[in-house]
């Protein structure tokens, strides 16, 4: 089975066992998706089966947006309400004002340093691995951007953040840095990923919804716009990875038939195009 498919990923579940019942559903040994999502978030995952696992260089992935809530007063080992209690600070009043100023303080470019309950390695080791032997490593901060945040309060100590990110950006660490700069601690009681670029999370089905109809997106919704669409009529080229003498006015194309993604090209300094991938 060659497919999209644009999932719900419901909070309780790992994004392994997301797509293994894809896999399952479909009977797809190929599978893969663009990613991760903690398996107590829930959200927006984008699911490739089949051939279209190829597209996963060429899939949107840059700016993603959440929908989060955290309490300030508590402070956790993972920077989320499912770790275990490390702190308790009763937490002040704050202001829309005082958010807000914050917020806009907060966009644009910064370094995180990432949370010891990640993936990341270190030294071959994935930093969770070291958090659950009671371990903290360093951490090098990384660059990440900060397109769109805002942050209001809902009840008591409960608020909640909207969030425009770049790829790789720690949502819960984004949280407890935010809470520091108010000089309180805070920890992350939820999460939802909405968007992943121009992909919507109101563009997804559930688990139950792909089991009973199999809804499928375009395969074309889900490509980066770093890669301009090229419809063609004729792909023999195409097909055989062949180099194209045409000027397209850009220097990364999906060549594309029918609606379905052919092959990714690239422009290279020999002014042809160069085939990067084929999708078939």
Not at 234 to 240: D, G, K, L
Request: net charge neutral.
């Amino acid at each position: 089975m060659d497919a999209v498919i644009l999932l719900n990923k419901p909070a309780g579940i790992t994004s392994f066992d997301a797509v293994r019942k894809c896999r399952r559903i479909f009977q797809e040994k190929k599978a893969g998706h663009t990613g991760t999502l903690d398996p107590q978030a829930s959200g927006l995952m984008i699911i490739l089966l089949g051939k279209y696992t190829k597209l996963l260089p060429f899939c949107v992935k840059d700016r993603k947006a959440y929908h989060a809530t955290f309490q300030l007063g508590i402070a956790t080992d993972t920077e989320d309400i499912w770790g275990k209690v490390v702190d308790r600070k009763e937490p002040k009043m704050h202001s829309q004002e005082e958010l807000d100023v914050l917020a806009h303080a907060m966009t644009g470019d910064q370094m995180q340093v990432p949370p010891m309950y990640a993936a990341i390695k270190k030294d071959g080791k994935k930093l969770y691995e070291y958090a659950r032997q009671g371990i903290t490593v360093e951490r090098e901060p990384r660059p990440i951007h900060v397109d769109a945040l805002t942050v209001k309060r809902i009840k008591d100590n409960t608020y909640e953040m909207d969030a425009v990110v770049s790829s790789g950006t720690y949502i819960r660490t984004l949280i407890t840095d935010f809470a520091r700069q108010l000089d309180e601690i805070g920890t992350m009681t939820s999460l939802v990923r909405t968007a992943i670029e121009s992909v919507t999370l109101d563009m997804a089905c559930n688990i139950d919804a792909l089991e009973e109809l199999h809804e499928f997106v375009n395969p074309l919704t889900v490509l980066s716009d770093e890669y301009h669409l090229i419809d063609v009529t004729e792909a023999r080229q195409i097909m055989n990875g062949m180099k194209i003498k045409k000027d397209y006015g850009y220097e990364k194309v999906i060549f594309c038939k029918e609606g379905k993604p052919l092959a990714a090209y690239e422009r290279r300094i020999d002014g042809l195009y160069h085939c990067l991938r084929g999708f078939f």
